[in-house]
């Protein structure tokens, strides 16, 4: 199963303060440690929430948008890592090595997976629906 | 078992195969006393961890403690035999222990412990049976009850298969080091089957409920992976990585919640994990760029990113698929690639061309009762309109096959094939 991990937003993130040296390399041999271990599967950092925007809908489709920088930093998200485990027992065991600053926290989420919906969708049809919706998409982005 | 222990637990599968190697080499490619010692660990780690906490290192705690038990054993056995040469015996182990210690430190690289552990697991002496369950004992740290329940065979065959492992690791005198040169490419064959064995046993469209197939799919992968890291130069490493990540970005779409089997082109492609189809990319690449002739993992990784790089069925590069079907059928012949390759090049030039080759093939004495012979040639066959005969061929194919599910599809087939 998969897991995401939300790394949480703080005022050095925020400012958009690039890590020093020593931090770089310390998050460096976890990741390798990760990698090594064969349970890491993606990641990448956030820019600060200064460089972004949100989208609010309201009635009728209406949209409202709002700039970053976004005040309360506790909600917000400054990176994220995909691993795959077996439980989520074992991404505490891995994220608890991370060499995270104190006071930071760090978010453990399963990623969905097709058999989730199993008993919600027992033909199968919904899942194909959304799976064609997917495609749409992809092709709209142009993705490989 | 509460929140505290699966905490606990969770942690020592982290560390389970790093220690196991790490205590293997230190009472000299003893896996059942490595085993054990490890075992003996993880009690003491449920006896103080649940008040202390977890320490900073829980790899390095995990290892002293194992290796403190074993010293004590290696004493409490020499004080019982009470023989002065075996106390001076005992205090040169130790020293030698020592030794190993701090040569350990020095180099501070566990990995070739790890791989040492996987070359013995796999070693060429042991039956293929004994070589997946060891393997996965030892190496992936599954449960003997684990590995019965994944394999569908009583608890007791697990253990024993284990066991008698081993025991003939341990007869055979197999040194627990490291293959080199020529030895290595064939002690890594033996590796790779082992973690392809365990991969596919996995990857066989399984009615739901069978919670322990999935699980083994990543067991291998895992493992894949891990080889790859400490064997970044070996191409076939890569390649067998390549094809297993690959193939595991199919599993969410390749059944039916049923269970039955949703053929490759039929799939709903965006259900495919791009994820991981992103990484066994990465990982074709790597071992394409070590160069020299590609492997048959290689190569079957190669064909595998050709379908997992086309958006629609369409889309398929049919061309390079035969290609690559041509360098396989050339490195390593078989009846089955030259059928495969026959499905490609009525793709890339049209069914007859591909008629053409099944022709031959149906001849084969290998063949003649191979169910997808005659469910290939009915394919091409209808394609060319010809339905009597499509049919005749797909009935013929029904009456071969011994899977259930299979026969069914083929009958359907066989009736939409009618008008």
Not at chain 1, 63 to 86: C, D, R
Not at chain 2, 36 to 60: F, N
Not at chain 2, 117 to 137: E, G, I, K
Not at chain 2, 195 to 224: H, I, N, Q
């Amino acid at each position: 199963m998969k897991f995401m991990i939300l790394g949480h937003a703080n005022k050095d993130t925020e400012a958009g303060v690039i890590p020093s040296s020593e931090e770089f390399e310390k998050m460096g041999k976890f990741m390798e440690e990760l990698v090594k271990a064969g349970v890491f599967v993606a990641g990448e950092g956030l820019q600060p929430s200064s460089k972004g925007a949100r989208i609010t809908f309201g009635k009728g489709g209406k949209t409202s948008i709002k700039n970053g920088p976004f005040t309360e930093s506790k909600e917000l998200i400054a990176g994220f890592s995909i691993i795959q485990v077996k439980s989520l027992d074992e991404a505490i065991a891995w994220m608890s090595r991370a060499p995270s600053p104190e006071g930071s926290t760090l978010e453990i989420r399963q990623l969905f997976s097709d058999d989730d919906f199993a008993s919600a969708d027992p033909t199968g049809e919904l899942r194909e629906q959304d799976a064609k919706l997917r495609e749409q998409a992809d092709k709209q982005h142009g993705k490989s | 078992m509460n929140e505290t222990q699966r905490r606990i637990e969770a942690v020592f599968r982290i560390e389970w195969a790093r220690l196991v190697a790490g205590l293997a080499r230190f009472v000299r490619g003893d896996l059942g006393a490595a085993e054990e010692l490890a075992q003996d660990a993880l009690v003491a780690a449920l006896e103080t961890w649940p008040s202390d906490g977890i320490p900073r290192e829980p790899g390095a705690w995990l290892m002293q403690v194992a290796k403190n038990r074993a010293l004590k054993r290696i004493d409490r056995q020499k004080r019982w035999e009470k023989k002065e040469t075996e106390i001076t015996q005992a205090m040169e182990d130790r020293q030698e222990c020592a030794a190993d210690a701090i040569e350990e430190a020095a180099d501070d690289d566990v990995g070739d412990d790890l791989l040492r552990l996987v070359f013995a697991s796999c070693h060429p002496s042991l039956s293929a049976d004994s070589r997946v369950a060891l393997t996965l004992r030892v190496v992936c740290g599954l449960t003997t009850e684990e590995i019965a329940c994944a394999f569908v065979i009583p608890e007791k065959t697990a253990a024993q298969r284990i066991v008698r492992a081993k025991r003939t690791l341990a007869e055979s005198g197999a040194a627990f080091e490291l293959p080199r040169g020529k030895e290595l490419r064939e002690r890594l064959t033996s590796v790779l089957e082992v973690v392809y064995f365990v991969f596919s046993e996995g990857y066989v469209a399984t009615a739901g409920g069978d919670w322990m197939k999935p699980a083994l799919c990543e067991d291998a992968l895992r493992l894949g992976r891990i080889l790859a890291e400490l064997m970044p130069n070996e191409a076939e490493v890569h390649g067998l990585v390549a094809l297993m990540e690959i193939q595991a970005s199919r599993i969410g779409a390749r059944t039916l919640p049923d269970g039955t089997p949703i053929p490759l082109f039929e799939q709903s492609r965006a259900r495919w994990d791009r994820f991981l189809i992103e990484r066994g990319l990465v990982a074709l690449k790597r071992g394409e760029a070590l160069g020299g002739t590609p492997g048959a993992y290689l190569l079957q990784a190669g064909i595998a990113a050709c379908h997992a790089r086309a958006r629609t069925p369409e889309d398929t590069d049919w061309r390079r698929i035969v290609a690559i079907y041509d360098q396989l059928a050339a490195t390593t012949p078989s009846p089955i690639v030259e059928l495969n390759r026959a499905v490609a090049i009525s793709f890339a030039e049209g069914p007859a061309a591909g008629l053409a080759i099944v022709d031959e093939l149906a001849n084969l004495p290998a063949l003649e009762r191979y169910h997808l012979v005659p469910a290939v040639r009915a394919d091409f066959l209808s394609r060319l309109g010809r339905r009597d005969e499509a049919r005749a061929e797909l009935e013929r194919a029904a009456s071969l096959t011994k899977n259930d599910r299979e026969r069914a599809l083929l009958l359907k087939r066989a009736a939409a094939t009618q008008n």
